[in-house]
């Protein structure tokens, strides 16, 4: 039976597999950690190097004092020395390796791996598809991939600082003490079971409750992100005290619950070392009559005496590393459940990169179904844009249009049948010297934090002074940059995040300067406009209009338009209708309007919206 993987926001019941829920986690874990593996095995055996050498100082001062009664009948001989020196010689290597060996190799492991993951999770996250962001809460997604790091840095700290070297001294302790002598050991670690046992109790009591605290804090995190990234619309609808007022409530929720689990703990905890500390001083006033009988050693006693208390304290580690863990190897299985997922536009090894290139675009029986959604937005569909040709797709909302565009652009990849480029399926193509072929203007431009400059060059970092000014020009940015009061460094302006300086229109002439620079000095050839002048005043649609026709006569590009507007499809070469994902109507303008279908209707629609301006 194949072993479950949790999703971001599952809550695994594991209260009745927890040490298998453990080990699958550490699987996960080591897969996680695979870049370093040499070096964190290396450290591995440092380690039990110096607990080993850690645990020689005790048991030699326990050779002192069984050794006293000699010295004190013929003196202090080299047996004293060499044992007294010996301890000095293990404490000192002890340091040493630690310090300067294992210590910093380890420092460096893990500082390799904090700034690894994140790169990690972003080469993931910038391969996955649109459509599963569109799927994820941006909050939620950044406070995942964050706390994911997060905690994995913190469970290496831990197994590295906390777990291993108090199992280490616990295993190699037992098996000294045991070695000395085994009935005073069995005495001493025997009630360890019922101590686990206690521990055990707890864990299946209060795992529930640190899952319901982790998903409140996913929540209460995305909340907070949502509120800050739409400042805009919560401050303009005065919902400023109901974002405050919702993750108020689930920090509140937070806190009663990490509350009541902290304090309800403490019974349980008691039992246990209670039950620890009774063995630890029976094992020691036993010891007094095991000396008398001649059962045992005064230096075994005494070797108890030094290290028991530091093995309680061991296992009190374990316990607590281990409850700390096996919370977060959640975090961890979540992670790696990202690094897993499945890349919906792959670049394959054996995408190749065509010689020669006209450029025919074609829908080959293309039908796409949303995850989810039992409807397809596209039923076997099919169309050719010829080089060079402008072709509008209209109709109402729903009916396919942006999922066209989407498939197009290669952002998704069909549920059955394919785009081809000269008659190549796109997906045997190179997807990324694909998806340089085209310039990408959306209904709602993204704009980067970085200068006005930075955004328009996005696409052509290498783009010249002079490109860069004609796509400003194209875009009818001039104007608006001559405002040195709002743009006073002119195009090295800085925008904000998410372009908050900017209005809708001007983030949308970005976005066209953006393109229209793809065009004229990167790999673009086709332009794809979803909505693209929908923010703009008219007289900047007619000069985006008329830069966008001289471009197309210069260049040949291929243009594919979304739009409403009259004035934008009007131009078109063929407008496509789509309703219900299927095309029921296509050719010019003139040609649609006298079929007096769904076009003529949409027409009608719009020149009556326009008459009521």
């Known amino acids: 039976m194949a072993e479950q993987t949790y999703d971001w926001d599952d809550t695994p019941d594991l209260t009745n597999q927890t040490l298998a829920y453990f080990t699958r986690g550490v699987k996960t874990f080591w897969a996680l950690i695979a870049t370093e593996r040499k070096v964190i095995l290396t450290t591995l055996a440092l380690l039990i190097l110096c607990q080993t050498l850690g645990l020689a100082s005790p048991l030699l001062f326990s050779e002192l004092l069984d ?28 340091l040493v390796v630690r ?31 649109v459509g599963y962001h569109e799927r994820e809460n941006t909050g939620k997604k950044i406070a995942k991939v964050n706390k994911g790091v997060e905690k994995l840095v913190g469970m290496l700290g831990d197994l590295f600082w906390a777990l291993l070297p108090a199992l280490f001294y616990l295993v190699i302790n037992g098996i000294i003490i045991l070695v000395r002598d085994w009935r005073l050991g069995l005495i001493l670690l025997l009630p360890f079971i019922p101590a686990i046992w206690f521990y055990l109790q707890s864990y ?34 005065v919902a400023e005290k109901r974002e405050e007022e919702m993750h108020g409530d689930v920090r509140e929720r937070m806190r ?35 000396v008398y009988w001649g059962w045992s050693t005064v230096g075994t006693v005494a070797y108890i005496a030094i290290t028991g ?43 190749v990169v065509p010689a020669h290139v006209r450029g025919t675009l074609a829908f080959e029986h293309v039908t796409h179904t949303y995850p989810g959604r039992q409807e397809p937005v596209l039923r076997d569909f099919n169309l050719e844009i010829a080089p060079g040709e402008m072709l509008a797709f209209v109709g109402r909302s729903g009916s396919g249009k942006t999922t066209a565009a989407n498939l197009l652009l290669r952002t998704l990849d069909p549920s059955s049948g394919g785009i081809t480029i000269d008659g190549v399926d796109a997906r045997s193509v190179d997807r990324d010297w694909y998806r340089k072929r085209f310039a990408h203007v959306q ?11 930075e955004n328009i060059a996005y696409g052509v970092p290498g783009a010249s002074e002079e490109a860069v000014l004609r796509a400003v020009e194209a875009a009818c ?46 790999d673009a050839k086709v332009l794809v406009l979803d909505e693209a002048t929908a923010s703009l005043d008219s007289e900047s649609e007619r000069v985006v209009q008329r830069f966008i026709g001289e471009l197309r ?61």
């Open 204 to 237: 299946k009591l209060f795992f529930p409750m640190w899952e319901e605290w982790e998903c409140a804090k996913e929540k209460a995190v995305g909340y907070f992100c949502q509120s800050i990234l739409n400042i805009r619309t919560v401050q303009a609808f």
């Open 553 to 613: 006569k210069q260049r040949g590009v291929t243009i594919v338009a979304i739009a409403h507007r009259l004035s934008t499809i009007r131009e078109a070469d063929r407008i496509c209708v789509l309703d219900s994902g299927v095309i029921s109507e296509i050719g010019t303008h003139d040609e649609l309007l006298r079929e007096n279908g769904l076009y003529h209707r949409l027409v009608q629609l719009q020149t009556l919206g326009e008459l009521r301006e």
């Open 477 to 522: 940015l001039s104007d608006v940059l001559s405002d040195r009061k709002r743009f006073p460094d002119g195009l090295d302006t800085e925008v904000g995040e998410r372009g908050v300086r900017l209005s809708g229109g001007e983030r949308q002439r970005v976005g066209i300067a953006r393109a229209y620079l793809a065009l004229l000095a990167g």
């Open 309 to 351: 208390n530091a093995t309680i304290q061991s296992v009190w580690s374990i316990i607590h590393v281990y409850t700390r863990m096996m919370r977060d190897l959640v975090a961890a299985e979540r992670m790696h459940a990202l690094l897993l997922e499945d890349v919906d536009v792959a670049n394959t090894a054996t995408g």
């Open 256 to 290: 009663s619950m990490d509350t009541s689990v902290s304090v309800r703990m403490q019974r349980y905890f008691f039992g246990m070392e209670a039950t620890l500390q009774v063995a630890f001083i029976g094992t020691l006033l036993l010891g007094f009559f095991f």
């Open 99 to 129: 310090r300067f060996v294992w210590e910093p190799l380890f420092l460096r492991s893990i500082i390799r791996l904090e700034n690894y993951w994140p790169q990690l999770a972003q080469k993931k996250l910038l391969a996955l598809s």
């Open 67 to 94: 050794y006293l009664p000699h010295v004190v009948r013929d003196g202090v001989g080299p047996r004293v020395y060499l044992l007294a020196g010996s301890m000095l010689v293990a404490v000192g290597t002890m």
């Open 443 to 453: 209904q709602d431009v993204e704009v980067l934090e970085c200068s006005i400059r």
